[in-house]
Each structure stands twice: as C-alpha cells, then as structure tokens.
C-alpha cells in the first residue's frame, strides 16, 4: 500500500492561492489520489480527486504528473473557514491510507 | 436524508467494560468503514465490509469486532476495553468501494476509557 507524504503545516492569508502538495512514490497503477478536508471535531469531507493529469471542480484543482508520484492540490482565494487539516490519500482494494495531514492556518 | 449516522456520539468506558457502537446509513452504499483517529494523527482502518454479510480486517483489527447485519447497519464491538483504545471513531461508507467516487463520514463517536 503507498504511504503518502505532506507538509505537517502551512500558514497562508485570506484570498491568497494555496497549494499543498503530496508525494506518494509507491503508488500503483491502479491507485486513485484523493484528498479530504477535516474540521476538529468533525468526520473528513471529501474535496477532490484524480488520476492523472488535471482536475478541477467547484472547490479545488488536482494537479497529477505524468509519473503520478507526487500531487498537488490548490486551493484559489482561501478564506479563515479553509482553516483545516488537508489529507492526501491513495487508494487501493478497499484501504485508504491516511498520514498525519498538513494543518492550513488562514490568516486575516 | 440523515447520510451516516453513528451513536453514541460520547462514551467513558471503564477498562474491561465491553459496549458496541453502532453506524447506520441512508445512502445505500455496499461498502462500509470504521476507523479510529488518534489526536494528531490521521485515520486508521480498524474492520470494513464491501457488502452485506462480509466483513474484512483493516490495518489496527485486534481487540474489535464488527457486524454487518443488513446493508443500511455495521456495528463495532469493543469486548473488553482497554486505555488504548481511547480515541475517535468514525464510521464512512462508500469510496473506495468499487464504483464509488467519495467516503462519507459520520460526526465519530469519542471514546474515552479509564
């Protein structure tokens, strides 16, 4: 199973672009990259996720290299409320694997 | 539509004390979850059933155990607590079952045992 690696954390301002990236060498061909936001004292919430290439949707972009080794997910114009822990995970034959996330702090 | 919802939502257990938390779904997913969060860290798979009547060992399996009854309810059993398993538990269910694109999340159930 392919562990991933982020940033612990993060520190960004109120309508500023933030981009985390994730890098998870041993991802296997038929892993999808997905990330989830988390909220203290809440259950994740899903954001985004890709293959490879380019994804988009109302909330993020997901940006997959050609080797798929790393991610990036971004985040345009962040406000206090994207304040959060950001999980990148992959995912294979019913597992997640989660790691410790990367905590946004947005500032005003 | 409740989406996932687990009870309790709090519980103190002493040690060598046994309960069940319960998880039930609206949304008519095969595949169901239950993790355990420690502070700081991030989700651990504990047991998941990819459909009724299966159930599957995740990553941290030892001193649990699960049912699934009908495909709405998957229960975890703690039968004898121990302070290790103070923690967070959520129930999800969905991705990354086959043809699922998202996990859904219950708010967890807080457990503490002393």
């Known amino acids: 199973l392919a562990k991933t690696t982020q940033p612990i954390s993060m520190d960004s301002y109120e309508g500023q672009e933030v981009n985390i990236t994730c890098s998870h060498n041993n991802i296997a061909t038929n892993d999808y990259i997905t990330w989830y936001q988390q909220f203290p004292s809440q259950g994740p919430r899903f954001i985004i996720q890709g293959y490879k290439t380019k994804v988009t949707n109302e909330v993020a972009s997901l940006f997959i290299p050609a080797d798929r080794k790393s991610s990036t997910l971004s985040l345009p114009r962040v406000s206090l409320s994207d304040t959060a822990v950001y999980y990148c995970?992959?995912?294979?034959?019913?597992?997640?694997?989660w790691g410790a996330g990367t905590k946004l702090i947005i500032k005003p | 539509n409740a989406g996932v919802t687990q009870t309790p939502k709090f519980q103190v257990l002493k040690t060598g004390q046994s309960m069940t938390l319960q998880c039930a779904q609206d949304m008519n997913h095969n595949s169901m979850y239950w993790y355990r969060q420690d502070p700081g860290m991030g989700l651990r798979l504990i047991y998941y059933s990819a459909s009724e009547g299966t159930t599957d060992k995740g990553e941290v399996p030892n001193g649990y155990n699960v049912s699934r009854l009908n495909k709405r309810e998957f229960s975890l059993r703690l039968e004898s607590a121990a302070p290790s398993q103070t923690s967070v538990y959520f129930c999800a269910v969905g991705f990354p079952g086959p043809g699922d694109t998202e996990a859904f999340f219950g708010q967890g159930t807080r457990l503490t045992v002393v």
């Open positions: 995970l992959v995912a294979s034959n019913y597992q997640l694997i």
